[in-house]
T-cell receptor
Framework: TQLLEQSPQFLSIQEGENLTVYCNSS?????LQWYRQEPGEGPVLLVT?????EVKKLKRLTFQFGDARKDSSLHITAAQPGDTGLYLC?????????????FGSGTQLTVLP | EAQVTQNPRYLITVTGKKLTVTCSQNMNHEYMSWYRQDPGLGLRQIYY???????DKGDVPEGYKVSRKEKRNFPLILESPSPNQTSLYFC??????????????FGPGTRLTVL
């Protein structure tokens, strides 16, 4: 069973600050997905990173896949209250099966105005 | 609007009283899954379906049943709920499978409390 550990588990910051969330494993993944879940809603896919070392940017969010494809990070620049939510990473084991995704436990981010 | 719907959104029940949580998607997706979300444990897959009449166990299937009689619907059945099934449940669908993972489209969730 592949495990994904996310850190920190909780993060509360002021508007305008920068932050980084980490997703780590001892297993190699074929890809890493990042989802954001807002209160009362289901997770929504933000990005998928596939290649080791890959960096993707989504406005103020920067996602990076580790060179060895075992870890990933999400960096938010100048956080805003609208960024508040639960951030989940999910790794694919490369089998192509419907069971291939392993989810991390999430980072609950609160951005205070 | 493309979406996954779940009903009910909130449910409080008692131990042993059978219940069904419905899930429907309007995107003509072949693949559907049920997850439960518990604090500190992330999302864990309960059951999944590859197509009509094709279902299989996920990581935590005990105490749950599913059926897939139509492509759009994938109900989750708890024949005899117990307090340890108190959780937040999500239905999800995806259009295809890839070795690079498949984007999951999630419903809004059903918060279940079993007393």
């Amino acid at each position: 069973t592949q495990l994904l550990e996310q850190s920190p588990q909780f993060l509360s910051i002021q508007e305008g600050e920068n932050l980084t969330v980490y997703c780590n494993s001892s297993s190699v993944f074929s890809s890493l997905q990042w989802y954001r879940q807002e209160p009362g809603e289901g997770p929504v896919l933000l990005v998928t990173v596939v290649t080791g070392g890959e960096v993707k940017k989504l406005k103020r969010l920067t996602f990076q896949f580790g060179d060895a494809r075992k870890d990933s990070s999400l960096h938010i620049t100048a956080a805003q209250p609208g960024d508040t939510g639960l951030y989940l990473c999910a790794g694919a084991d490369g089998s192509g099966s419907a069971r291939q995704l392993t989810f991390g436990s999430g980072t609950q981010l609160t951005v205070l105005p | 609007e493309a979406q996954v719907t779940q009903n009910p959104r909130y449910l409080i029940t008692v131990t042993g009283k059978k219940l069904t949580v419905t899930c429907s998607q309007n995107m003509n997706h072949e693949y559907m899954s049920w997850y439960r979300q518990d604090p500190g444990l992330g999302l864990r897959q309960i059951y999944y379906s590859m197509n009509v009449e094709v279902t299989d166990k996920g990581d935590v299937p005990e105490g749950y049943k599913v059926s897939r009689k139509e492509k759009r619907n994938f109900p989750l059945i708890l024949e005899s709920p117990s307090p340890n099934q108190t959780s937040l449940y999500f239905c999800a669908s995806s259009s295809h499978l890839s070795v690079f993972g498949n984007e999951q489209f999630f419903g809004p969730g059903t918060r279940l409390t079993v007393l």
